[in-house]
């Protein structure tokens, strides 16, 4: 009797190993409002030096170059968009990009990472200086 116990447990351990190997958590999704929020701040604010923590899913990378801030696999959230327009630093913008009346610098930052980005700007060019990064 004691020997069926044991059969048991051992069955539904390793269907619970089994289990927890083969079940994929979801990606968290990107913090990119803090990210937009953190480069309108910097650029409202001249001669400021911000930094912000930003995670990026493998689907979702951002691109900035000129006065472009691209986002890839992700819309630019309105609340950004709407702070940018408010601070009257937004030229343009769509879905997946905004426009700045100010100069970007180029950085690339690919998604499957979390980033120390620290985000500095001066009365013309925003700097978007990723300090560190950890693969999520």
Do not use: C, H, W
Not at 60 to 73: D, F, L, M, Y
């Amino acid at each position: 009797m004691d020997l069926d116990y044991v059969v048991v447990f051992v069955v539904l351990a390793s269907l619970l190993a089994f289990t927890l190997t083969q079940t994929r958590l979801p990606e968290p999704p990107a913090n990119l409002n803090d990210f937009f929020t953190t480069v309108a701040v910097a650029a409202a604010n001249p001669g400021s030096e911000i930094r912000v923590r930003l995670l990026l899913p493998s689907r979702v990378s951002v691109v900035a170059s000129r006065k472009t801030i691209e986002v890839k696999g992700a819309p630019v959230p309105r609340s950004a968009v709407d702070l940018l327009d408010s601070l009257g630093l937004l030229e343009s913008y769509s879905t997946y990009r905004v426009v700045l009346k100010l100069e970007v610098n180029s950085v690339v930052l690919r998604g499957g990472y979390i980033y120390v980005v620290v985000v500095s700007s001066t009365n013309k060019k925003i700097t978007i200086k990723p300090v560190s990064s950890e693969k999520i």
